[in-house]
């Protein structure tokens, strides 16, 4: 039955890599709880699914559609909103004024920091105490 059914859905759907995707679709939809168009003849539900294409009683365009939105993983907008764009191009200029207004830096002298990298030296390990035993 599933070899006929595949022959019939490939003259409906000519390339069989769609073909598998949309039957997939459909068998985890028909698995979800959506209603069958054709009987289930105690068939799996790939192959409803398949039979479904075949007989054409379900919109391949919706499935399609519905497929491109699970397989989506980011969806672009066009155009952000306007009051959006208003709001980010105020923050950008107070950010720019706050960096502009921070003025020249401090420096300080070795003198006024202490003593130099090259002048300190390491700390001394402390000594171990004599041992009384011996």
Same mark, same amino acid.
């Given at each position: ?8 859905c490939?003259?409906?759907v000519?390339?069989r ?17 959506s209603?069958?168009t ?11 699914a398949?039979?479904?294409i075949?007989d ?12 491109v ?11 952000p909103?306007?009051?959006?764009m208003?709001?980010?191009m105020s923050?950008s @200029? !107070?950010? /720019?004024g ?5 003025? &020249?830096q401090?420096? $300080? *002298?070795a ?6 990298? @090259? !002048?300190? /030296? ?6 171990? &105490?004599?041992?009384? $035993? *011996?």
């Amino acid at each position: 039955m599933a070899r006929v059914t595949v022959e019939d859905c490939v003259q409906k759907v000519p390339n069989r890599f769609e073909l598998v995707l949309l039957a997939a679709r459909r068998a985890r939809g028909i698995a979800a709880g959506s209603m069958l168009t054709v009987d289930r003849d105690n068939d799996k539900n790939p192959v409803v699914a398949l039979r479904e294409i075949g007989d054409d009683t379900i919109d391949l365009d919706d499935l399609k559609t519905s497929l491109v939105h699970t397989l989506q993983r980011r969806v672009e907008v066009d155009e952000p909103e306007e009051d959006n764009m208003a709001a980010l191009m105020s923050s950008s @200029s !107070e950010w /720019a004024g706050v960096v502009q207004d921070a003025g &020249p830096q401090e420096t $300080f *002298s070795a003198e006024e920091v202490g003593a130099t990298s @090259s !002048e300190a /030296a390491p700390a001394a390990a402390p000594e171990a &105490p004599e041992d009384p $035993f *011996s």
